[in-house]
T-cell receptor, first 115, second 113 residues
Framework: GEDVEQSLFLSVREGDSSVINCTYT??????LYWYKQEPGAGLQLLTY?????DMKQDQRLTVLLNKKDKHLSLRIADTQTGDSAIYFC???????????????FGKGTKLSVIP | KAGVTQTPRYLIKTRGQQVTLSCSPI?????VSWYQQTPGQGLQFLFE???????NKGNFPGRFSGRQFSNSRSEMNVSTLELGDSALYLC????????????FGPGTRLTVL
């Protein structure tokens, strides 16, 4: 079945850039998402990219998509301590049996920002 | 616009009991999806409801069920609770259109003793 892989941990110094990587297997993915989860909270949608795009920038966030390699990355510029959280990559693939799209999530990357 | 709300936020049950969790989607959203989040398995899709019909179902036993009401509010039920059912249960709502965004609630933390 579809699979989404992420590294589990990333540690960066405050002010540096963070790059979180993700690979996925479903070639029918239409949208790819990045969610942020802070302790004790639900998931907050950070940004998303349509599968026919290569790059999307939104303030400090840059998403790069390499559709050929099925590789997605999230770059956070000028990382702050408030960015410490778990970041989930998710792909929206079509479930032909159900006739609808379904999100498949990676296991999340825990970002720790060192002051 | 109010976000997705889930009740209760925390729940403690014992093995063998059953539990019902509630989710109120964002106004106007017709699709509600449920996910189970555990440290070991991550986020796993339970099911999706759209216009009161189950549209999609994940790979969970029949003890897990759900429903959606005409106002799009949804409930999920877990019967005969097991220790392994301890998890954060997340609900997400969306307009239900192709490729649209899902907005998540804060979750219900279920602990089974």
């Amino acid at each position: 079945g579809e699979d989404v892989e992420q590294s589990l941990f990333l540690s960066v110094r405050e002010g540096d850039s963070s790059v979180i990587n993700c690979t996925y297997t479903d070639s029918s993915s239409t949208y790819l998402y990045w969610y942020k989860q802070e302790p004790g909270a639900g998931l907050q949608l950070l940004t998303y990219i349509f599968s026919n795009m290569d790059m999307k920038q939104d303030q400090r966030l840059t998403v790069l998509l390499n559709k050929k390699d099925k590789h997605l990355s999230l770059r956070i510029a000028d990382t702050q301590t408030g960015d410490s959280a778990i970041y989930f990559c998710a792909e929206s693939g079509f479930n032909s049996g159900a006739g609808s799209y379904q999100l498949t999530f990676g296991k999340g990357t825990k970002l720790s920002v060192i002051p | 616009k109010a976000g997705v709300t889930q009740t209760p936020r925390y729940l403690i049950k014992t093995r063998g009991q059953q539990v019902t969790l509630s989710c109120s989607p964002i106004s106007g959203h017709r699709s509600v999806s449920w996910y189970q989040q555990t440290p070991g398995q991550g986020l796993q899709f339970l099911f999706e409801y759209f216009s009161e019909t189950q549209r999609n179902k994940g790979n969970f036993p029949g003890r897990f069920s759900g429903r959606q009401f005409s106002n799009s509010r949804s409930e999920m039920n877990v019967s005969t609770l097991e220790l392994g059912d301890s998890a954060l249960y997340l609900c997400a709502s969306s307009l239900g259109l192709v490729g649209n965004e899902q907005f998540f609630g804060p979750g219900t933390r279920l602990t089974v003793l």
